[in-house]
């Protein structure tokens, strides 16, 4: 009778984009807390990459970081996923990152226009293909777009944003058809979670204006549903409003 100890097998691995800081971070804390090893992926906030790489492995949970700039995204999405692959196979994508800038038409420029694409559409696109070229035969994986309500019924403001936003919900169901058995693709669509950091009473007077719910939500509410969706294995091509009702 073979009596060795078999070796404790590795953790799945997440990618999880834009994870440094604010609902990035937490989305990454939370998927440790399920068990999975995490890629911190970052921009510029390197300081504070470092620091949740340090608090998952005080937890006892693996990750590690890279730096990205998503402007270029097809070489921030082999960038990002030779980091991954040392970790192991990846199995699950969250691409969090993103840019929310507010022009008015007559302020929109080529820059404005293709920052928003690159780091919001294309770079989820790339992070993808280079997802699906690392799994083997016969693997499964879930890839989770964080949208917002907004891409769903554009208002007159954040133009590039939501018409951004819009076209990853349609790549997200696109793939989730095209990706189908093997990759789950959905995505969630929050609302109010943390305001822009230059405008901290903005969501605190939507909350009272326009959320039925009456409250702004938090990163966890956020968490909950990616928690939801990695539970299933039937759900696919869904988008999960979390918003308090404000897309109503
Ligand atoms: N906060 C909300 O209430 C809310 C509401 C609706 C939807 N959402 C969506 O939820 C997600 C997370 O929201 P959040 O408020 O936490 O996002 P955020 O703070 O606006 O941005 C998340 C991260 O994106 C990264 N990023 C931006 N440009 C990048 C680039 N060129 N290269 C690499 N990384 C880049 C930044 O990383 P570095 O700091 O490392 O540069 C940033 O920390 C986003 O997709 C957002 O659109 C949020």
Redesign the pocket.
Known sequence: MNTTPSAPSAPPVAVV??A?????SEIALSLVKRGMAVLVH????TVE?EAIVSKIRGMGGVAESVA????DPRAAACTVFEAAERMGPVSVLIN?????QDRALPWIDSYHCSLHVN?NLLAPVFLIQQLVRQMAEGETAHVIN?L?WRAQRPGPDHLMYTAT?AALLSVTKSLALQLAPGILVNGIA?????PPEDRTNW?QQRAIQSIPLKRTGSPQDVCDAIDFLLSSRFITGEIINVSGGEEL
């Open positions: 984009t834009g440094a800081r604010r609902v990035g970052h921009g510029t906030s990459a990205a700039d998503l402007r969090s990152a993103a840019v929310f780091v964080i917002d936003k929050p609302g109010a979670i943390l969501h």
